[in-house]
């Protein structure tokens, strides 16, 4: 059983910043690439921001500058810093990766989502 658990979310003012965290736990043997995707009231889900193992790294175009992902693969955990919030940014975050299970095959896992909210 993989578990991937969220925090970080909250309330901030346009201009301010949150940095989320996501980590996997459970019967893992490896982890490829890990990612946030959000959800916007109404929308469909879109990619964030992803990093591969080997750090490599992707960003959608309308947080490049802004945000940075990051991981700590002795910990299983994927981080978000978002600065310059805006408005439109206001989310229900969720975390990804691709992971092999110790007893299982290769396969996607989400996390449960944190609220994210810009407004003043």
């Known amino acids: 059983q993989v578990q991937l658990v969220e925090s970080g979310g909250g309330l901030v003012q346009p201009g301010g910043s949150l940095r989320l965290s996501c980590a996997a736990s459970?019967?893992?043997?490896?982890?490829?690439?890990m990612g946030w995707y959000r959800q916007a009231p109404g929308k469909q889900r879109e990619l964030v921001a992803a990093?591969?193992?080997?750090?490599?790294?992707n960003y959608a175009d309308s947080v490049k500058g802004r945000f940075t992902i990051s991981r700590d693969n002795a910990k299983n955990t994927v981080y978000l810093q978002m600065n310059s919030l805006k408005p439109e940014d206001t989310a229900v975050y969720y975390c990804?990766?691709?992971?092999?299970?110790?007893?299982?095959?290769?396969?996607?896992?989400w996390g449960q989502g944190t609220q994210v909210t810009v407004s003043s």
């Open positions: 990804n990766a691709d992971v092999v299970p110790g007893t299982s095959y290769r396969d996607g896992y």
């Open positions: 459970g019967s893992i043997f490896s982890i490829y690439a």
């Open positions: 990093i591969t193992s080997g750090g490599s790294t």
